[in-house]
Every structure is written in C-alpha cells, then in structure tokens.
C-alpha cells in the first residue's frame, strides 16, 4: 500500500522561503511521475509542479514559475518543493501524489495516491 506523507509546511511572512518534503512508502517501485497540487479554502484543487521519474522533466503551474523548484530523490522515493519569495496568495494546504503512469500530468485524476497535505500559510 503506497502512502505519502508531507512535511514542512507553517506559517512565514511574505518573501520568506519555504521547502517541503513528501516521503513515499510501500511498493514505490510502480510510481512514476509525482507531483504537488495545493488547494485554498473555497478554491479548487490547484497544479504546482510534477516531475517524471526517468528523466526528470519537471512542468510549473503558471502561478509558481519562477519562485518554486520541483525535485525528486528516486532512490530515497522522496519528493521536495523549494519556495522562494512566497506571497499570501500561496496560502493553502499542499499535496504530494503520485502517479502509476510516467508524463507530464496536470490533472488531480492523472494521479492515484494522495499524501494528507501539509499547511502553508503566508502573512502579508
């Protein structure tokens, strides 16, 4: 049973940076592309990043290109985002998934596993 688990969110001020982590567990070895979505009371699950496992060809939401960087550990099957000059619009809680299938993947259906999310929050 795979499972994601986030960390490293909190609550910062505006221009400051931030990285998260998600560690993946249990039959890792069918995961292909992963990614980070983040979504904000009353607002759709929104794209962040994602990264292919092979080649590690990495796509950006259009919001975060430029502040945020996407990367991956395969052996160690973790998944990191660095943030930098975050701005309270960032504010929302972020998921780590994971996907069986290798590509680039926009959509929340493209993906089969979902960490818990971890909490960002940004004060202006």
């Known amino acids: 049973q795979v499972q994601l688990v986030e960390s490293g969110g909190e609550l910062v001020q505006a221009g400051a940076s931030l990285r998260l982590s998600c560690a993946a567990s249990?039959?890792?070895?069918?995961?292909?592309?992963m990614g980070w979505f983040r979504q904000a009371p009353g607002k759709e699950r929104e794209f962040v990043a994602c990264i292919t496992k092979l080649y590690g060809n990495r796509v950006y939401g259009d919001s975060v290109k430029g502040h945020f960087t996407v990367s991956r550990d395969n052996y160690k099957m973790t998944l990191d985002l660095e943030m930098n000059s975050l701005k309270p619009e960032d504010t929302a809680l972020y998921y780590c998934?994971?996907?069986?299938?290798?590509?680039?993947?926009?959509?929340?259906?493209?993906?089969?596993?979902w960490g818990k999310g971890t909490q960002v929050t940004v004060s202006s």
């Open positions: 998934a994971a996907s069986e299938t290798e590509g680039i993947l926009r959509r929340p259906s493209s993906y089969e596993y």
């Open positions: 249990g039959g890792t070895a069918g995961l292909f592309t």
